[in-house]
């Protein structure tokens, strides 16, 4: 996966990370089994969301593809 080191929007180069909190996580299923937290890659200037990731993909198994 490519690295964002600046931001798309305005240019800057102040990346941060910040965690999905409270029930805020990404379940594999409806019945939210299987959750984990989701990160977002955030430009520190503008506020923009880069990108967002769930914290363990391994989660979400062959099963569940659309
Ligand atoms: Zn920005």
Do not use: W
């Amino acid at each position: 996966m490519n690295e964002i080191k600046t931001c798309q929007y305005c240019g800057s180069t102040k990346i941060k990370v910040g965690y999905q909190i409270g029930d805020g996580e990404m379940s594999s299923d409806f019945m939210g089994n299987k959750t984990c937290r989701i990160s977002h890659l955030i430009c520190g200037d503008c506020g923009a969301i880069l990108m967002s990731r769930v914290d363990n993909p391994e989660i979400f198994d062959d099963d569940n593809r659309i």
